[in-house]
């Protein structure tokens, strides 16, 4: 499966934004989907998950109340909407995919998108 990870932008502390990301070549309810990110000079962190039909989702501490994770079987796209923003979770967002169960670990991903960058001012 190819992704494709768009939505991305510069913002203030406070704001929201939605992430998507579109999957393509690979019948999409099969997958479980995740997005990581990645700060300057950081490794790339856990963000949110959720199963193949949107029953499962899981979150990193840092962003539980702040985002949601769901998707669109019929349009092959995963979301991440993200609100209440912080300067700390400023970095590049990449969407990943696995057949299977959801999970958090990075490991377990097949398929990643490029990339999408986020920035949020003070």
């Known amino acids: 499966v190819q992704l494709q990870a768009s939505g991305g932008g510069l913002l203030q502390a406070g704001g929201s934004l939605r992430l998507s990301c579109a999957a393509s070549g690979g019948t999409f309810s099969i997958y479980s989907m995740g997005w990581f990110r990645q700060a300057p000079g950081r490794e790339r962190e856990f963000v949110a998950a959720i199963g193949r039909f949107g029953s499962n989702t899981e979150y990193a501490d840092s962003v539980k109340g702040r985002f949601t994770i769901s998707r669109d079987n019929a349009k092959n796209t995963v979301y991440l909407q993200m609100n209440s923003l912080k300067p700390e979770d400023t970095a590049v967002y990449y969407c990943?995919?696995?057949?299977?169960?959801?999970?958090?670990?990075?490991?377990?991903?097949?398929?990643w998108g490029q990339g999408t960058q986020v920035t949020v001012s003070s």
């Open positions: 990943a995919a696995r057949t299977g169960r959801i999970t958090t670990l990075e490991t377990d991903f097949g398929s």
